[in-house]
């Protein structure tokens, strides 16, 4: 036995290399199974820290949409109407 695969055949078709992927995908089944609980346990507080991120990122888009302007600015979404 040479060790060399015939032409055509991949390394992942070897015999070795179904074991390599049998053992691979039981580890990854484990780890999800194991792993899930404290994902899901953290991800309340993920949406809670990315709130002040939100107000942040989103904060220098003021008066860039309509109904957002200063008042008594004049035109289409902006100003209050007072004054007129």
């Given at each position: ?71 008594g600015?004049?035109?289409?979404g ?7």
């Open positions: 036995m040479s060790g060399e695969l015939p032409e055509g055949r991949s390394w992942l078709r070897s015999r070795s290399g179904v074991v390599l992927l049998a053992f691979l995908g039981i580890g990854a089944f484990f780890v999800i199974t194991e792993h899930t609980a404290h994902v899901l346990g953290v991800l309340p507080y993920l949406f809670l820290l990315a709130c002040p991120l939100l107000h942040l990122l989103h904060g220098g888009h003021r008066g860039g949409h309509g109904g957002h302007g200063t008042p600015e004049d035109g289409p902006g100003g209050t109407g007072e004054g007129r």
